[in-house]
């Protein structure tokens, strides 16, 4: 009579806790809501990256990159790796109104100088003005050589303002010095955001 006491006490507590751990995995993985978004807004924005890889102070810098693939006329040889803090501009000039940095990596994704293509993610973050404290997110191919038209790049996302955000780049190499890799370049943002 004890052993079939302790086991229908052991039975109880087992289904019990069986109960209980199934009422609680519904918490754990939440409820879905609707997502009451507001109407979907589309911000058009201009400004200019400097990406300086020259002299004292650069704004992007070699991490990594492969000894067998950089060549002695290229400052950014075939899987060179660079962190960016790049400064964003209201003009091209550098020393134009400073509104934002670009902070980043890109990786040289081509071995054929003629086809120079980079893969990016950056944020790129506003700092001044209404859009302070937002900033737009990307990710993707960029294909510099595609000059002298301009080339896309895709908005995956974004803070503040722009949290959700999706949308694309038009990019437009301003000036570039090909010995040092020093480029300006005219960022022209669509994005659409809630």
Not at 19 to 46: C, F, I
Request: charge should be positive; charged fraction near 20%.
């Amino acid at each position: 009579m004890m052993k079939s006491g302790i086991i229908t006490l052991c039975l109880a507590l087992c289904l019990t806790v069986a109960v209980t751990a199934s009422s609680d995995s519904n918490n754990y993985y939440g409820k879905t809501m609707p997502a009451n978004l507001k109407e979907e807004k589309v911000t058009r924005v201009r400004f200019f990256l400097h990406d300086i890889l020259s002299g004292q102070n650069p704004s992007a810098v070699r991490i990594a990159h492969a000894n067998l693939t950089g060549r002695a006329d290229s400052p950014v040889g075939f899987g060179s790796l660079f962190a960016m803090d790049d400064p964003l501009t209201v003009g091209p000039e550098r020393e134009s109104k400073e509104i934002g940095n670009g902070r980043g990596m890109y990786v040289s994704g081509s071995k054929d100088m003629s086809r120079f293509t980079i893969v990016m993610y950056a944020d790129l973050a506003f700092t001044t003005g209404k859009l302070n404290g937002s900033s737009i997110s990307v990710f993707s191919r960029n294909p510099v050589a595609e000059e002298p038209g301009e080339r896309e790049i895709s908005i995956v996302g974004g803070r503040g303002k722009f949290r959700m955000a999706r949308g694309f780049v038009k990019i437009k190499t301003h000036q570039i010095d090909m010995k040092t890799g020093d480029a300006v370049l005219r960022y022209d943002a669509t994005v659409y955001h809630y």
